[in-house]
């Protein structure tokens, strides 16, 4: 077997995927079941894949789109965030998946030897976004052991007595993997010590429709906040890779800058998927 000489380090240095750990593990192995993942079981609904048999033979699926997304499903991902999420001063990216749209973000937003912060247990791809991305140093916070809710406490300390500042701090709400929610009077806390440091929130809301026992769950909204969707779980679209970024529209560049990032990734999320995220 050859050396890792003439490979680049950020790429051999970042860690594997844990999903392809368990895969390995799992290939042949017989009445094992994988909770590695959070797969759900459910079908798109019926409505958006009906109209994708509609749409296949229309010219423009199969051509570029806008880099941003085609702009009737912005439109509706922008009513959604004021209805839904309370967000009413963000514009819109779509992505080829959260995954995506947090790849965008590390690159546009941090370079390389910054520090960051995480809380443990973390969602592994963010963290393997940092190493793959040349941030040299990842802080890894505790959480709560009997809520499991990020500590506050903690992240005020390392803001306030970190040099250089982190430049960003990720949290996700509900968790990966740990399902727990963050109350919106913690969610806040969060939010304004990033903002009084001059530190980035990005908050992944994959799973906001996972919220049971009545708790709500809620989003923030700053020039310092930007706010991470996905359509794969709630709608069982995994496979047709769509997520999209809510970012301050007033933070000048920020979309400019984003748009490097796509246009150089996927160039644009997938046309035919746009189309059947945009259905009413």
Not at 18 to 46: D, H, T
Not at 234 to 247: N, S, T
Request: hydrophobic residues 40%; aromatic residues 10%.
């Amino acid at each position: 077997m050859g050396s890792y000489g003439n490979l680049a380090k950020r790429a051999v240095e970042t860690e594997m995927p844990i999903m392809v750990k368990m895969q390995e593990l799992l290939r042949g192995a017989k009445n094992a079941v994988s909770l590695a993942q959070g797969v759900v079981y459910w079908q798109p609904p019926k409505q958006a894949l009906d109209k994708v048999k509609e749409l296949v033979y229309e010219p423009s699926i199969s051509r570029y789109g806008n880099d941003e997304g085609i702009p009737e499903l912005r439109a509706a991902l922008v009513k959604k965030l004021r209805n839904e999420n309370n967000l009413h001063k963000s514009s819109v990216m779509v992505t080829a998946g959260a995954n995506q749209a947090f790849v965008n973000l590390v690159l546009t937003l941090c370079d390389a030897g910054d520090s960051v912060v995480m809380y443990a247990p973390y969602y592994f791809n963010s963290y393997m976004s940092f190493q793959m991305t040349g941030i040299t140093n990842i802080l890894v916070g505790p959480g709560n052991p009997e809520t499991l809710y990020p500590d506050a406490d903690w992240l005020e300390k390392v803001l306030s007595e970190s040099k250089p500042v982190p430049k960003l701090v990720t949290v996700v709400n509900p968790g990966n993997p740990t399902g727990t929610y963050i109350p919106e009077s913690l969610l806040k806390r969060i939010a304004n010590l990033c903002e009084k440091a001059g530190s980035w929130l990005v908050v992944g809301n994959t799973y906001e429709y996972f919220m049971f026992d009545d708790l709500k769950h809620t989003c923030v909204e700053g020039n310092h906040v930007v706010n991470i969707f996905s359509f794969s779980k709630a709608y069982g679209m995994m496979g047709w890779r769509i997520g999209y970024i809510a970012y301050p529209s007033e933070v000048e560049g920020l979309g400019s800058q984003l748009l490097k990032v796509q246009d150089n990734i996927p160039i644009c999320a997938s046309i035919i998927s746009q189309h059947l995220h945009s259905t009413p």
